[in-house]
Structure formats: C-alpha cells, structure tokens
C-alpha cells in the first residue's frame, strides 16, 4: 500500500515540476488528502518530509537533464522548479557534493552520483585531518580558518558565536512557517546583544533535514554554539523544546516548554535569555529590557507577522506584497507593534528598488511610523539610510550607524552600509570589503552577498583570497557569475581587460564546439575591444553549432543590429526559428532595438507602449529622448530618479541618455562616477552611443580609469 501510494506521489510531484509554487499543499490537493495526512503518508513512506522528499526528486531530475540534455544548469534550474539558478547551483553542489557544471562535464554517470554524495564529506574529513595532525602551528590555522569563515582579517570575530537552525516542525498541520520564525524570532532577539556574534537565519535554514552531525555544521557556519529544537502547535497549545550544543557536541543546556500559544513570545524570550546565561555573557540593562520585551501583545497579530516573514531574504513582488498585506493586518490589530511598521516599510522599499514599484513615499511614511512607536527599531533606521542615499549621503550614513548600533548582528544592515560606500560619489572600497567581510561572517551561506564579496576582494586586490573564495564557495554562483569573476580577476591582476581574450581564445582551442566560449569571445569582442564585425563572426558560429539556444539566437540578433546588419537581423528575427524559440517578450526588445538603432523613432514608440516596457526607464528615455521630446524625458527621470531594475545600473544608463541627447558635461558626469561596477563599464563601452564621443581625452579617460584599451595605445 505505501508503496502504491508514494508511487502516486512521486507522479505527481514528477509532472508538476516545473511549478515553483508546487509544495504540501498542492499535493494534498492531488493525493485529495488532508496536509497532515499527506506529511504522515509521506514520513511514513521515505522517512522524509514533504518538502525533502519534493526537493530531491527535482534534484534527481535535474542531475539526469544535465547528462542528457545540452541545456545549461541555470535553464535546467527552473525546468524543475527552481526560481533562482544561484539558489539551485548551492542546493545541488549541498545535495550531490559537487557543482552542477563541474558534475556536466565530468565523466560521472547518474548512478555513481549518489555514491559521490557520500564520498565528499567523508574525503573534506579525512583532509582536514590530515592537516590536523601535522603540527600545532596548522592547527591553529585552521581552526582560525574556520571560526572565520572567510580570508580577510578576523578582528571583527566575537569569541560567543551561535547558529540557530530552524526548529522542526512537529505539528499534525503543516506549519514550517510557524516554526521558522519562532527560531528566526529567537535569533532575532540574540542578534540585538553586542557580545555575541549571530549567523543570519538565511545561512542556518540551509541545514533544514541535514544529516549532517553538530560539530561539522559549527565549522561550516564557523560558530562556538548550536541552538535547534522543535516546535507542536495543537490549537491553542504549544510544545517547544529547545537545547543547546556546542561545536564539539557536548550538550549545554535544554528545556521543554507546555504552555498556551498566548505564552509564545515570553518563551522565545527565555529561550534567548537562558542562552545569554548559559554563555556567562553578562548583560546590561538596555539589553535584559529587549529581552523581555513583548513585540506585541496581540497574539493575532504576532501570528500574522510570522506569516509574512521573507523566507531566504525573498526579494519577489509576490512575497514581498503578501508582507505588507499580511502586517498591515497585524497593524491593524495591535497600532503599536512598530516590527510589522517596519516590514511595510522595508517591502515598500524593496518593490521600488527591484520592481520599478512607486514606493518610495510609502517606505518613508511607514519607516517614520515604526520610529513614532518604538525609535530603537533597527530595522527602520536601515530603511531610512537606504531612502537617504543619493539625496543626503552624510544623513544615510548616520542612519546606518544608528541601524547597527542597535543591532549589530543584522548581516543585511552591513551588506547595504557596504553599498553605501560602494554607491556614494567617491567610493571607499576598503570599507565597502570591511563590511562584506563582517555580513560574510554573520550569513556565510548567503545568495545575497556572495558576488558583492567577490568583487569587493577582486577591487581590493585580494587576489588569492577572492580565487580562494570562489573555489570554496561555488555552490553560491551559477556558472555564467562563475566564469565572470574569473575573468575580472585576470582582468584586475592585469590592469588589462583585453588579457581576458587569449584566454578565452585558449578555452575555444580545447573545446571547439562549445557555443559558450563563441558566444563569451561575441560579448567581449563587443563589450572590450567595441568591435561589433568580430562580435557578430563569433555569435554567428555560436548560432550555427545550435540555433534552437536562446541565449545564442536573441544575443546574435542584437549583435546583427549593433554592427547595422539590419536585413539580416530582420530576416532572422521573421524566421519560424526565432518566433518558436525566442519569449514573445524578448522578440519585441529586439524590435525595439532594431527600430531604434535605425532611427524609426515612431515605430520604436509604438513598441514601447507594449505592456512589458511601460515602466522600463531605458526604453521610455531613449525612445523619448531620441523623438527630441526633453520634457517628456524630464518627467520621465522625475518619476524614476534612480531608473528601474538593478539600482548600480542607473548611473550607466544616465550615461546613455546623455549621450544620445548630446550632453557631453552630464554624460561624462555620469561616466566618471561608473567605477568598480565592471557589468556597466562593459556594457557602456559596447554601447553604439558612445560612437561619436570615443575619440575625445574624457571618453579615453574613462576607458583608462576602467582597464579598458584605449585606440592609439
């Protein structure tokens, strides 16, 4: 019967793949099964949980795509359900030991890569032991090594270090959110004390139904202590039982809490205050008022502030529209809990930063109120410097300051401090390392500051650190982030990014087919050296080995179009190929370009009312400023001062703006202050507006300041 059973399940889970949504629910929903029957069904089956049991399945799938198929890793991702490539590169390398691209193109069939799961953490074991019992001197070292978790200095390391793992749910309902931020909530209240030093949430879920053993996730998260436990809601009772551990598995303290759901939060605060004792860390008198604090006395209202918690830092339109729904509820329940003011604010910002949402004033609205209820949320102060930058940058300094004092534990307060002094007018790349390095240390397993640290190294110098670093750490990067680091650090070590080519050339010799390197030789023709013949003669050849890839056939197009092939482009762009295989909204970007390179202002208008382009700043200004309208283009950077999507775009794209209307002083303005953001340097230079400018000293300049070859030298 349980066979018959999870062999349904299994069917089920296998043609819903490709749902990202597709969890406990939806295959109650298909079983025509209860959750917590299903979950029971399920544990009984394989002895895993739902979502385990879901999540391997797509990884099994995926690593029989990757051996069968020529798709890449980052198309395999979300084949099988996966919403981001960088999150399924980390889940696959955790899962099978190995990088989905380093699994590709080694000779591993399907049936050894179980075995070399198990193989990986036994061989890192016996290395590291190794190394252990050579000499004291390396002992030292590596345990430093560890603690750190990262390769730069480790004056910010705190001697109390804690991980928190998400509390299991035990729960007849399936309520994993519940137990998530409880234990989030928990770590919450540690990360405000200044004596510890707390890993981020983000980094510690990650071993949600890890098999491994304490003393090996201490040194991953590199951390002296371990909180887990377990969480039993049954109405309005609950069970939580917590323990203490440390790195070598020697248990520290444990309790059992039976009480009513109204007791909750007085229980996650002595949770956190039995660990503080337990530690010896003596606390003062601001620090015992926030742990024994109570957020808000409404229990509803607490409820549905853990519902909307951003699992994994979620920067979705969908989830971060369901937080602010879900806590203005709790507002409206409870007036004074400032956490919720303070989600609202914090979504509102993030839709505006990444959604080209006008939510600006919103933020600011909310952030203020959290300040009127409660001035010492941390979280507020975050939001308020964020809102300040570009407008006041001494007032979003102070208001970073103000953020981390209250809670110096919080690694996204530090990787938006990093931005800061990456972002401002005159960039400090020491401190912008100097806080990568700290939030590195609180959230080592984090999507969110893996790339930012990479680049903050490579700026920095730190050459074998940032190699290091990305060796250790692959399973953060998809492959194409992997090849670009890379390739900025020959570009770095050389102050020369044209050395990037013959080791690109070097690659293509040993695999002569491979559409990748043609098409990374078309990008680096076009972006370095700004020869669009030689671009298009490489991503024709990447076109020709497999014209059915999407990322040969809209790249070769556009390239067709920057080089003024525009019969070609436009026979290519009707062919029955390109209308099957390129995303409709991808074949009308082209046609944009296609109109606008041309100078069919109308018609390039026309395509730009499409509905996937209304709030696209760059096709709004360009079309507009190529039509001569100014005043439209004004409003235009009136309503979206920052542009929209990645905010370190904007200032390229101000560039190209300027360029087109012929504003040499705003242009070069704009020019001077792209650096240390090597996407939009080459970018901008493969750019065909900046055509007319590239032999004046100032264009040549910002070639020089960016590594870039300069014509006559």
Known sequence: MSKSFIDEARSIVIDKMADENFGVRELASSLKLSSSQTLRKVKAATGKSVNQYIRELRLEKAAELLKKTDFTAAEIAYQVGFNSASYFNKTFSKYYGIAPGEYKTKNIDLSELTAHKHEAGSRNFSLTKKFIYTTAIILIVIIGYFLNNNFTSNKYQIPNSIAVLPFKDFSPEDNQWFSDGISDNILHSLAQMKDISVISFTSSSTYRDSDKKIPEIANELGVSYILEGSITRLDDKIKIIAQLIDANDQHVWSKEYNENFDDLITIQNNVAQEVMKQLEITLNSEEEMTLAKFPTENMEAYNLFLKGRLVDNSRSSEDLLQNIELNKQAIALDSTFSEAYAEVANS?????????????????????????????????????????????????????????ALNPNDALTHIEYAFYFHLRPNPNIKKFLEHLTISQQLDPISWLQAGSYMRALIYNNKFKEAEAFLEKNKFQFDDVQIRFHEYQIIAYKNKDWTKVIPYLETQLK????????YGELAYASNAILN?????????????????????????????????????????????????????KPFQLQALWYYYYLKGDSEKALEISKHTPFTNDYLIQVLTQAQLGNRKKVDSINKKYPRGTGVLLAWRANRAILHAVLKDRDSMYYYLEHVKFDDNNTLRVNGRSEFDPYRNEERYKAFLRMNYLPVTEE
Request: net charge neutral.
């Open 348 to 404: 509102y910002w993030l839709l505006s930063r990444f959604h080209a949402f006008d939510g600006i004033d919103l933020a600011q609205k909310y952030a203020d109120s959290t300040l009127t209820v409660n001035p010492n949320t941390y979280r507020a102060w975050s939001v308020k410097a964020g809102l300040s930058q570009y407008n006041d940058w001494d007032k979003a300094d102070e208001y970073y300051k103000k953020a981390l």
């Open 510 to 517: 040993k695999y002569p087919d491979s559409i990748l390197y």
């Open 531 to 583: 020869d669009d013949s030689a671009a298009v003669a490489y991503m024709r050849k990447s076109y020709q080995i497999d014209s059915s890839a999407v990322f040969s056939l809209v790249p070769y197009v556009n390239m067709l179009i920057e080089d003024k092939k525009y019969e070609e482009a436009h026979k290519l762009m009707q062919s029955k190929n390109y209308k099957t295989v390129v995303p």
